[in-house]
């Protein structure tokens, strides 16, 4: 189903979400009470309305959970590509995500389709990410989400060169590959179908990973071990440096017959 803009009449209309992972958080002011008093009397004098049924509330669930991965998140997503709302409202961005990268993506999916997202405690003022210090402050936490990123990828690719260099066995393999008798990898070819996808709609389309997740996730497509997609495997998968070892392969005859498939895999840091 394709994503619905927020309309004019729902501009006005907000999702209230509140999450509180443990008992010792509610005790030190983040109850779901105390989120739910203080996020009403930031819509208030901002002429938002929230509904009752439009508080949505995840109780004991940890930050780390990708937001798309918690009953309430999914829920709140639901509510918000129906295109009646205008607005998400959150006690801080911890209460969102923990996770930089997941925050991030989450917050660009709901930009995608014209929500705007309010932090009602940000350093003890509130910003909401249709204003210029909210666009700004955004463009910081993706700066270092981005640097997040980068970091797991070169730990990955240092990881992978260290067995390589040393003649070590890979006793598990990378999604995207399959580990020989010998130990050495080779490439999945049904699975690297996938991760040019990713890439393709990442890159080509402009589509958030947490998008391309949920995505994947509603047509039954499970990573490695089985388990569900979520922004930051997605994220991880797509742009493991380790993929350029493919070019060491010889396609598949059908090979580029999809939009999406790469002929060769171009070094991040050769991309211009």
Known sequence: MPLMMADGAANNRAIAYVRVSTTRQAEEGNSIASQQSRIKGYADMRG????????IIDDGVSGGVPFLDRKGGALAMDRIESG????????????????????VQTIDSMEDIGIAIHFVDWWGSSINTKSPHGRFILQVIASLAE????????????????????????????????????????PNWKEQDLIDYMVWQMDGND??????????????STGKE?????????????????????NDFPL?????????????????????
């Open 207 to 220: 589509i958030s990973a947490t998008a391309v997740a949920r995505s994947l996730n509603k047509r039954g």
């Open 252 to 272: 598949p005859k059908n090979w580029g017959k999809r939009t999406w498939h790469r002929k060769e895999i171009v070094p991040e840091n050769e991309k211009v």
């Open 84 to 103: 009646r709302y205008g607005h998400l409202i959150v006690m801080n961005i911890e209460r969102l995500s923990r996770e930089q990268v997941d925050a």
């Open 226 to 246: 089985g388990g569900k997609w979520q922004s930051s495997s997605v994220i991880n998968v797509a742009y493991n440096d380790f993929h350029e070892s493919r």
């Open 48 to 55: 938002l309305r929230i509904l009752s049924k439009d508080v």
């Open 147 to 186: 640097m997040e990123r980068g970091v797991i990828s070169e730990r990955t690719r240092q990881g992978m060169e260290y067995l390589r260099r040393n003649m070590l066995r890979f006793t598990r393999s990378l999604f995207g590959w399959n580990v020989r008798k010998d130990g050495s990898l080779v």
